[in-house]
């Protein structure tokens, strides 16, 4: 598979992976979700795309990948030498250029360091055009080291005051303590992911509107997934959303990467679906 | 009859609360972003008024009252500081001279 020149301006002739932080500060957010519907979108449009899980101690990406069974070696194996990157590395079945690294259960988030993360992420670079990472939740070292390398980010963010703020907060962060902050280059690329957002209850003025938020955290919109029960039927089976086109969610994720990737797609799932008298008296809520 | 007063209460439309919500982080986020680039000047501010006042007047440092309230356009730094009565504080600004 001949891959396409990643964005970002890459050295020509020189492999050079695009890395992609999806953090948010706060936890609960959606942000395993995402990466792993990211992740997996991605690697269907051809890209070859790996997704880390930085969460050490708290790993999760394994469930919602569905690989939790085949997980032998992590990335906390990799820094300390223990196991070598191939090792560790699961492929995915389902679509085969995309791999995930999990995170280590037992170790701390000490056991990650900047020089172990930066050695997996450049030896990564040389056969992927995509690194995912999935941040854990907060700023602490696992956060931080998870958008420190980052050429770009995706901000998920839930219509609530608490996540709206704390998506801020990590913008600082990313403005200050990224790599390409510290080398004074180009900034990180940044993006905003709506999720959760539930269009019957903004018309009703009970939730921000998505313009609101918009306009608070001031950065290019990628998408808005609704909020939809496929989510939590995703997680239940290990299928990253994305993989449910029946789905809104899915779609919304589908359309999300198509952005990512340039293509002009317009933004859905932002109007409350009219219900007919028959679904309004039987129930039946969104995909 | 409650039941039915909550039924008629529960259909009352309540005011949404989502303009709240942006008003709300518009303030506070305002100046968390300033913050992010200074340093919080007001603990330093706070400490070098009573100082100051103390210089004057004998005060208790435990009877000092400082509240904020960030607001959008303004906010409001109010430093309480209780005086003691004439009585307390003559003999002391005279021995001070």
């Known amino acids: 598979m001949v891959a396409a020149p990643p964005a970002g301006g890459a050295v020509q002739g020189v492999s050079m992976a695009e ?8 936890g609960g957010v959606g942000k395993t979700t995402s990466s792993a519907a990211i992740a997996t979108g991605l690697a269907q449009r051809g890209k070859r ?3 880390i899980d930085f969460d050490v101690g708290l790993r999760n990406l394994d469930l919602i990948m569905g690989v939790e ?7 906390v194996n990799v820094i300390s030498g223990e196991a070598r990157l191939n090792q560790a590395l699961i492929r995915d ?21 900047k020089e172990g993360v930066g050695k997996i992420i450049e030896e990564l670079s040389k056969d992927h055009d995509y690194i995912v990472c999935d941040s854990p939740a907060g700023i602490e070292k696992g956060a931080l080291l998870a958008l420190y390398f980052a050429d770009q980010a995706i901000i998920v963010t839930n219509p609530e005051v608490s996540s709206v703020r704390d998506s801020d907060r990590i913008l600082g962060v990313l403005q200050s303590k990224s790599k390409r902050a510290e080398d004074k280059r180009e900034p990180v690329k940044e993006h905003l992911l709506v999720t959760r957002y539930d269009p019957a209850r903004v018309e009703k003025g009970e939730m921000l509107k998505l313009e609101d938020i918009r306009e608070i955290l001031a950065i290019p919109l990628l998408g808005v997934i609704p909020e ?17 086109q029946e789905s809104a969610a899915g779609q919304a994720y589908k359309d999300a990467v198509g952005r990512f990737l340039g293509d002009k797609i317009e933004h859905r799932f932002l109007e409350p679906t009219k219900k007919g008298l028959f679904s309004r008296l039987f129930g039946g809520r969104a995909a | 009859m409650s ?12 005011p949404p609360t989502a303009a709240n919500a942006k008003e709300r982080l518009q303030i506070v986020l305002a100046h968390e972003r300033i913050g992010r680039t200074r340093e919080d000047f007001l603990p330093k501010l706070q400490m070098e008024i009573v100082a100051v006042v103390a210089r004057y007047v004998a005060i208790d440092p435990g009877r000092v009252n400082v509240s904020l309230d960030r607001g959008g356009d303004m906010s409001t730094l109010a430093i309480e500081i209780d005086l003691p009565g004439p009585a307390a504080s003559a003999p002391r600004r005279a021995a001070a001279s």
């Open chain 1, 228 to 244: 939809s029960e496929s989510v939590l039927k995703a997680s239940n089976t290990g299928n990253p959303v994305i993989m449910d």
């Open chain 1, 49 to 51: 795309t790996v997704v």
């Open chain 1, 69 to 75: 069974r085949r997980v032998v070696f992590d990335i």
């Open chain 1, 19 to 26: 890395i992609i932080v999806v953090t948010s500060g706060k």
């Open chain 1, 93 to 113: 079945k389902r679509v085969d250029t995309l791999s995930i690294l999990p995170a280590s259960q037992t170790r701390d988030k000490d056991a990650l360091t």
């Open chain 2, 3 to 14: 039941w039915l007063a909550d039924l008629f209460k529960g259909r009352r439309a309540e």
